[in-house]
C-alpha cells in the first residue's frame, strides 16, 4: 500500500484501504476458478505480471464475447458487493 497524506486523517484512509483489501480479498476468494482469472488479471496482479487478452482467451479456453460478459459481470458483482464505498453511490 502506497503512504498518501490526507492532512493528518492518515489513520482514516488506512483503515478505509484495509477494509477495501478486505472486501476485495473476500470477493475473489467466492468466485470460480474462471472468473477469479479474469479478477486477478484485472485487479490484483502487478502490472508485468498481467496476461494479454489472448493469453487469457487460451487459458481460460473462453473467446471475446465470453471474456467481455464475464468481465461486466464480474465488475457488477464487485460494485454491488461494496456498498459500503465509492464504487456504488446511490443517487
Not at 8 to 31: C, P, S, T, Y
Not at 37 to 42: D, H, R, T, Y
Amino acid at each position: 500500500m502506497v503512504k498518501l497524506s490526507l492532512g493528518g486523517q492518515d489513520g482514516a484512509f488506512e483503515a478505509k484501504a484495509l477494509e477495501l483489501l478486505r472486501v476485495i480479498e473476500a470477493f475473489r476468494d467466492n468466485l470460480d476458478d474462471v472468473r477469479r482469472e479474469i479478477f486477478a488479471n484485472l485487479f490484483t496482479r502487478r502490472t508485468g505480471e498481467r496476461l494479454k487478452l489472448w493469453q487469457i482467451y487460451e487459458t481460460l479456453d473462453i473467446d471475446r464475447a465470453e471474456y467481455e460478459r464475464l468481465k461486466a459481470e464480474i465488475l457488477l458483482d464487485f460494485a454491488k458487493s461494496y456498498r459500503g464505498g465509492v464504487l456504488l453511490k446511490k443517487c
